[in-house]
């Protein structure tokens, strides 16, 4: 009913009543019609009753009310629905200058931003150094899992890593069932490692989470990591990847020698780059 009253007739290209109508917004039966619905049918909606209900036919309301994509979701819980995935109601630029602003504050820990296909979006300077991301590689976060030999060389842990990657991989194209911009990912990697065909046959499906790697830096040793992904409701087709040390390890103390300006000249010597 709140919906209702802050759609005005001619915002529904309906023409107004005026002052015939008693109550700003639009009648139930305006929605109904709207919306290809009958009235009844549309007042025991209204009204919370036990009746089947389509997403189609919620999606038709939700255009009709003007509901933003949080409203759209809590009318299928109304309903008693499954709702669909979260959408940004904001242009792809929204949050994106404050999320860099934010994995630049976690130095010097690595940090990085993913999008839904694991492509990169940006990275801080500990994830260049620690991680190995560098602009003339792949900027797909799974093509790279596979495929970089400098990460790989470093990942001590790789072999008990890559189920979860893959895995968590396929939770994520699930979500978007037909979305060809997954399938163009895996079949991307495919062709380049038959370890991942290998697990990309095993069918596991695991959330996106938190994950710890082993990983041997050329020039800082032995780093233990863990890496866990965040979301951020607003822009839900962004994960934040943040790195914190494992506790009792000294990967922290490594982590800020590493992104001291002794560490950075160090890590750019050709000797150490060959070791990597």
């Known amino acids: 009913m709140a919906r209702r009253a802050r759609v005005s007739p001619a915002e529904a290209g309906l023409p ?69 995935l979260p959408q940004s109601d904001y242009d792809a630029e929204y949050l994106c200058d404050g999320l860099k602003r934010l994995i630049e504050a976690w130095m010097p820990l690595p940090a990085h931003i993913m999008d839904v296909y694991t492509n990169c979006v940006a990275y801080n300077d500990s994830a260049a150094l620690v991680l190995g991301f560098r602009p003339d590689i792949s900027q797909n976060c799974v093509v790279n899992f596979f495929t970089d030999s400098v990460y790989r060389a470093r990942a001590r842990s790789w072999e008990l890593t890559a189920p979860w990657v893959v895995a968590q991989f396929r939770a994520a194209m699930a979500d978007h069932p037909r979305d060809e911009g997954f399938q163009s990912v895996v079949e991307e990697v495919s062709a380049l490692s038959e370890e991942f065909v290998e697990l990309w046959a095993r069918a596991d499906v695991r959330p996106g989470g938190q994950l710890t790697k082993e990983l041997e830096h050329p020039v800082a040793g032995t780093l233990f990591l863990e890496s866990t992904q965040l979301r951020v409701p607003a822009r839900p087709d962004l994960t934040i990847v943040l790195h914190n040390p494992v506790p009792d390890t000294d990967t922290a103390a490594k982590l800020e020698w590493l992104t001291s300006p002794e560490g950075r000249r160090r890590a750019m010597r050709p000797a150490d780059t060959l070791i990597a």
């Open 16 to 84: 107004d009543g005026g002052a015939r109508r008693r109550t700003p917004g639009l009648r139930r039966e305006e929605v109904a019609v709207l919306a290809g619905v009958g009235v009844s049918w549309y007042q025991w909606l209204e009204q919370g009753r036990d009746i089947t209900v389509s997403p189609h036919v919620l999606d038709a309301v939700a255009r009709v009310l003007k509901l933003n994509g949080a409203e759209r979701r809590h009318l299928y819980v109304l309903a008693g629905a499954n709702p669909p």
